[in-house]
DNA sequence: TCAAATTACGGTCGACGTAAGGATC
DNA sequence: GATCCTTACGTCGACCGTAATTTGA
């Protein structure tokens, strides 16, 4: 599991569409496919559930968002201390 | 910014020695002295100083600590309940 | 049938190991 | 001079993009 994998994740259950989080994380929808993937595979089980017209999250992805919320923002919090400390 | 950096960072810091942290990370010394170093880099501020003998927490190194130990538990938890989801 | 997700496949870049080179006590 | 960290360098695998296929309303 990385960062990158939980920051795909959690632009993909906001938009609830592979499509537009690739569009925001300035990289291709096959791509997301591939690392929201990866990710199932890790944790083994699945995330999403695929309607055809976008994605929808299962109750295991919604327990994990905000686990992922929190990591993601610890990172976040790490590079501000960082800046402010070469402040 | 990924985890695998951090848990390297979190083990050096604990054992105050990058050839300790080697160890306990099943890699070799000059691995995590990369890692380090990149993580360094990108945040742009030295989080170890070295002394010779070891490694010790530089200030902007003890204050990045706490959220890092955040950041990987929260990946842990993820872990978790992903595999209770399993059961 | 059409939009959205998946699979297949290839190139390139980074992760990681081995070997050699400083630095500090 | 022994021990620890750093630099140099090579290889192999992963990341990510393009193209083709599948799926579901």
Redesign the pocket.
């Known amino acids: 599991m990385?960062l990158?994998q939980l920051e795909y994740f959690l632009e993909c259950a906001q938009r609830g569409?592979?499509?537009?989080a690739?569009e925001a994380l300035?990289?291709?929808?096959?791509?997301?496919?591939?690392?929201?993937?990866?990710l199932e595979q890790e944790l083994g089980t699945a995330l999403?559930r695929?309607?055809?017209?976008?994605?929808v999250l299962t109750e295991d992805g919604e327990r994990i968002r905000f686990y992922a919320e929190n990591a993601v923002k610890n990172a976040a919090l790490i590079r501000d201390t960082a800046a402010d400390a070469g402040v």
């Open positions: 990385e990158r569409s592979l499509t537009r690739a300035y990289t291709t929808q096959p791509h997301v496919s591939q690392v929201i993937r990866a999403f695929r309607t055809g017209s976008g994605i």
